[in-house]
């Protein structure tokens, strides 16, 4: 079951260790602070906080950053409406892309991405118009050098795998969206380091890009749209 993962090249999130960590800060404080308002502020009982934090950790993202951020959450500390808006759109070449935003201003940021789409080629869509070519799905990813043991597979499956795959930089798990939490209590009791989980849109087909110039306005497109505020994380359909 275990094969190469192109998965990796399907989604694009900025990491916390490049030279804009204060974005970065941000963007993790806002994904902090929807999880513990949608289930409180207790990492023991709120999964999707609890791998938010570890998140925020693995950034060196200061204790207090995040403590703060929870408290908002729950109602404590400055007050912020922020909310969870997937929008959709094409890219040069056709490319489906699909981004989850955190803002506190649907306006804005729906006019900052139909810029940005317009600038590099693309241009956004209504709802409806690209997310039926991918699949929400649960997703583990696993720190590891080599591809996991048939026993460590078919323990995964019985919690509700049904993708593994693996490439140099660790092993993607990937299941329906309601066993996400079964998967990651799998794999922590198999002894696996998990490094990122949670929900995801991932595409149902991927296409190879093979001219050089689509390829390069693409990539310029994602870090626009990275470079955006209230952008978390982009997905698309292209292999680049």
Do not use: C
């Not at 056709?94 to 693309?122: F, P």
């Amino acid at each position: 079951m275990s094969k190469h993962s192109k998965w990796a090249k399907v989604k694009h999130q900025k990491g916390a260790t490049d030279s804009k960590r204060a974005a970065v800060f941000t963007k993790l404080a806002r994904v902090i602070t929807v999880a513990a308002r949608e289930g409180g502020g207790d990492t023991n009982f709120n999964f999707k906080l609890r791998t938010a934090v570890e998140l925020a950790q693995a950034g060196s993202m200061p204790k207090e950053n995040i403590e703060r951020a929870i408290k908002r959450g729950i109602g404590g500390g400055e007050v912020e409406n922020i909310e969870e808006v997937l929008y959709e759109g094409y890219g040069p070449g056709g490319a489906a892309v699909v981004v989850e935003a955190l803002t506190s201003n649907r306006n804005r940021t729906s006019s900052n991405l139909k810029h940005i789409l317009s600038v590099h080629g693309g241009n956004l869509g209504s709802a409806g118009s690209v997310i039926w070519m991918f699949a929400r799905k649960s997703v583990l990813r696993v720190e590891r050098s080599k591809p996991l043991g048939e026993s460590e597979e078919l323990a995964l499956i019985d919690a509700g795998a049904d993708d593994i795959a693996a490439d140099s930089e660790g092993v993607d798990i990937m299941g329906p969206i309601e066993a996400l939490n079964k998967l990651r209590e799998a794999a922590e009791k198999l002894g696996l380091k998990v490094v990122g989980a949670g929900l995801e849109w991932l595409p149902k087909e991927i296409v190879a890009v093979a001219d050089p110039e689509a390829r390069g306005k693409l990539e310029g497109l994602f870090e626009a749209l990275d470079d955006d505020e209230d952008v978390n994380t982009i997905y698309y359909n292209v292999d680049i």
